[in-house]
């Protein structure tokens, strides 16, 4: 079936890069996204890649997939306060349902 | 982005009531809504798929008579948990999507926190 994991807690420090890490087992995924969730609230998309992609760049946010060995990563250029929260990968195949990581909680010292 | 809005945010019921959550669709038409539940720290877990006039389709481990979802318009369906239980207070998340055109986004609505007591 379908999993995807992800590490748990990633602290940096105001101004440096962020790398978040995911991997996921369902060869078939088309889609894979990003999405930043803020205590309380709902999910806001940051990102996604389609599969036949290595790397998409959107301002600060940097992902990389590796599709050979199933990996993706979020890299946060110039991380700020505001960008601590929780970050979640997800799968989907076809426009499905999505299947999410457990979360990775992002903590930016100043 | 495309708009979902979920309502009501936050809920407080007394154990073995209903509850209704409703998740809306403001600027397209929700072909298809999920519903995922999320536990403190820990991920969303989808509970069911529902397509608009159709009877959704539960994930494997949730109770259908409790948790009754209808999808009757385009841009509304709702979640009610019924004879609501301690063990039910989560964080309840819908997304939406327009499932006539293949791969398009689907948005997610801000939750609603039910805590039942």
């Known amino acids: 079936g379908e999993d995807v994991e992800q590490s748990l807690f990633l602290s940096v420090r105001e101004g440096d890069s962020s790398v978040i890490n995911c991997t996921y087992t369902d060869s078939s995924s088309t889609y894979l996204y990003w999405y930043k969730q803020e205590p309380g609230a709902g999910l806001q998309l940051l990102t996604y890649?389609?599969?036949?992609?290595d790397m998409k760049q959107d301002q600060r946010l940097t992902v990389l997939l590796n599709k050979k060995d199933k990996h993706l990563s979020l890299r946060i250029a110039d991380t700020q306060t505001g960008d601590s929260a929780i970050y979640f990968c997800a799968e989907s195949t076809y426009g499905n349902k999505l299947v999410f990581g457990a979360g990775t909680i992002l903590r930016v010292k100043s | 982005g495309a708009v979902v809005s979920q309502h009501p945010s936050w809920v407080i019921c007394k154990s073995g009531t209903s509850v209704k959550i409703e998740c809306r669709s403001l600027d397209f038409q929700a072909t298809t809504m999920f519903w995922y539940r999320q536990f403190p720290k820990q991920s969303l877990m989808l509970m069911a798929t529902?397509?608009?006039?159709?009877?959704?389709?539960?994930e494997q481990g949730v109770e259908k008579d409790k948790f009754l979802i209808n999808h009757a318009s385009l841009t509304l369906s709702t979640l009610t948990v019924t004879s609501a239980h301690p063990e039910d207070s989560s964080f309840y998340i819908c997304?939406?999507?327009?499932?006539?055109?293949?791969?398009?986004?689907?948005?997610f609505g801000q939750g609603t926190r039910l805590t039942v007591v």
């Open positions: 529902s397509n608009e006039g159709s009877k959704a389709t539960y």
């Open positions: 997304s939406a999507r327009d499932g006539r055109t293949v791969n398009t986004e689907a948005f």
């Open positions: 890649i389609f599969s036949n992609m």
